[in-house]
């Protein structure tokens, strides 16, 4: 049995099956369904050891990451997620049962809270590294691309941020850090936000990289600008615990790691997407001007000479 | 510009502009336009240096490879390749100019043949390791599994065996070695092949780890044995210069790195599969039969006391 048949086999046991999957794992390639008329999304990332986790993260939340970080990419495009396919290269020191029962239950889980089916993967000796393709649906032109800001839109987030940049800093066990680690090891891609805001967003990015990274790359597609009141970057209580406005600053902006969404919508839609989200908090942050280049605002409106930016991975 | 960035510009020069991309690189996904009613075919292979293939390999054909490989699975499902994202993991020795042009020329060359269009990807840093993930279609019903094999079938391969595991041991400069060093490291996936044979072959399988090991997934999936005539595998004139019989059939069954397809057809469609492959060679190596097991026999049809097996990645 490979080490891909066995990931399967724990897999089996907690995905059910899709009648949109004609042909799962276990040919030369899977055969899938679209929905009829629909388009289809398609992202890929890896995640390394050691780069994008530490080496000392449970097997469960290196699974769990791993879909989780593709389904984000999902959500951003608003997107319904419907498949994906795993390649996994492992130490054969990792290739025994308890580490990869462990993977894949992380994996699984996050997979059946949302409703996606692992349909293909490979397996390869090396480096513990894992690339995870993910698709999705999406009716025509429904996409929230990157490129659709428009003057005057509200800039907003999702939930919080800061939260797994401070708990990668912190080795410190206080209060919150276990609400603090689990934001950092299973990030909740916000699927249901993404769709919710069909429509509504003119532009969306996912927030891997940090707000200040992430939001330059909505403003170059769109060829706008943008300004952003720091004292209104929504955080965590447990995030709150930590007194350096500095420090949060660079936490909230740099930090990376979110999976909020940042989105541009315009003001009169703005009460329409917070009903649609519900419980999810939609934060307002600032607003896309024409003039080009991302500028900080303090609470008294001062412009702050501050030059964030986004964690830079080596090469994305 | 990251590496990804890099490798686009260059795959920009090569690669014509799709119509079913309805949004390519950039963005959070791809947004691609499946053509009306087929199904989707998805696969993903990892390619790593030193293991799959030799340290010295040039960029430009691990570029070729990398993709190769993975239209090759497509073939063998009768699907028409489309789309691929590109996972690269590089070390910062390789991320220069000189190593990512020659990556991505081997890469689009290959895309521009088969028309395939690259719409994502990722790069980061570790030892060199491809991922990528190709997409096709197919119309609904048509592809080509590997449980369709019935007894009665005969067994056939596309081109000729052993090529490419003959240049990975030979280091001798001889006449031929060129054309050996082509199979291995610039395969032809078999594409026009497995769209001429759908409706015609009961099963399939794309040749990568070797015919014994991959003609046993054949018979595993159908339930079914076969039998398989050593003399009649194909070789190229370059291969035919090696002499030793007992070394042929070990780079032949058990060598891999064919990507070759091998085909279970029933006798009565054998004159139109060939009529449809016009210059590509077919050749009946033997028969499905209903014990289950894989039988080699000689040139008088006599069974050989053999346990050949296809070449065992570690969990590939």
């Given at each position: 049995?490979?080490?891909?048949?066995?990931?399967?086999?724990?897999?089996?046991?907690?995905s059910?099956?899709?009648?949109?999957?004609?042909?799962?794992?276990?040919?030369?390639?899977?055969?899938?369904?679209?929905?009829?008329?629909?388009?289809?999304?398609?992202?890929t990332?890896?995640?390394?050891?050691?780069?994008?986790?530490?080496?000392?993260?449970a097997?469960?939340?290196?699974?769990?990451?791993?879909?989780?970080?593709?389904?984000?990419?999902?959500a951003?495009?608003?997107?319904?997620?419907?498949?994906?396919?795993?390649?996994?290269?492992?130490?054969?020191?990792?290739?025994?049962?308890?580490?990869?029962?462990?993977?894949?239950?992380?994996?699984?889980?996050l997979?059946?809270?949302?409703?996606?089916?692992?349909?293909?993967?490979?397996?390869?000796?090396?480096a513990?590294?894992?690339?995870?393709?993910?698709?999705?649906?999406?009716?025509?032109?429904?996409?929230?691309?990157?490129?659709?800001?428009?003057?005057?839109?509200?800039?907003?987030?999702?939930?919080?941020?800061?939260?797994?940049?401070?708990?990668?800093?912190?080795?410190?066990?206080?209060a919150?850090?276990?609400?603090?680690?689990a934001?950092?090891?299973?990030?909740?891609p916000?699927?249901?936000?993404?769709?919710?805001l069909?429509?509504?967003?003119?532009?969306?990015i996912?927030?891997?990289?940090?707000?200040?990274g992430?939001?330059?790359?909505?403003?170059?597609?769109?060829?706008?600008?943008?300004?952003?009141?720091?004292?209104?970057?929504?955080?965590?209580a447990?995030?709150?615990?930590?007194?350096d406005?500095?420090?949060?600053?660079?936490?909230?902006?740099?930090?990376g790691?979110?999976?909020?969404?940042?989105l541009?919508?315009?003001?009169?839609?703005?009460?329409?997407a917070?009903?649609?989200?519900?419980?999810?908090?939609?934060t307002?942050?600032?607003?896309?001007?024409g003039?080009?280049?991302l500028?900080?605002?303090?609470?008294?409106?001062?412009?702050?000479?501050l030059d964030?930016?986004?964690?830079?991975?080596?090469?994305d």
């Open positions: 049995m490979t080490e891909f048949e066995l990931i399967q086999r724990y897999f089996a046991a907690q059910a099956p899709r009648a949109d999957v004609a042909l799962g794992v276990g040919d030369d390639t899977a055969v899938l369904r679209p929905p009829p008329g629909e388009e289809l999304a398609v992202t990332d890896t995640l390394i050891e050691g780069r994008h986790f530490p080496r000392d993260t097997p469960g939340d290196v699974g769990w990451k791993a879909l989780a970080v593709n389904l984000s990419d999902l951003a495009m608003g997107a319904q997620p419907r498949w994906f396919v795993l390649a996994l290269t492992l130490e054969p020191s990792r290739a025994h049962d308890a580490w990869l029962a462990a993977f894949a239950e992380g994996l699984a889980r997979a059946y809270e949302t409703g996606v089916a692992l349909v293909g993967g490979d397996t390869t000796r090396g513990l590294s894992i690339t995870i393709t993910a698709l999705g649906t999406l009716p025509p032109g429904a996409a929230l691309r990157r490129s659709g800001a428009r003057v005057g839109d509200v800039v907003c987030v999702t939930g919080t941020l800061g939260d797994a940049a401070l708990a990668l800093r912190s080795a410190s066990a206080t919150g850090d276990e609400y603090l680690r934001r950092l090891n299973r990030p909740a916000r699927i249901e936000a993404g769709l919710a069909r429509g509504l967003a003119n532009a969306a996912d927030l891997s990289d940090g707000l200040a992430d939001l330059r790359h909505i403003l170059q597609a769109s060829g706008v600008g943008a300004e952003i009141e720091i004292d209104t970057l929504p955080m965590s447990a995030f709150a615990r930590l007194h406005p500095a420090e949060r600053l660079r936490l909230q902006a740099c930090g790691d979110d999976y909020e969404l940042c541009c919508i315009p003001p009169d839609r703005l009460t329409q917070r009903t649609r989200l519900g419980a999810l908090p939609l307002e942050i600032g607003r896309i001007r003039e080009p280049g500028v900080w605002r303090d609470a008294r409106g001062k412009p702050l000479n964030l930016h986004g964690y830079r991975h080596f090469g």
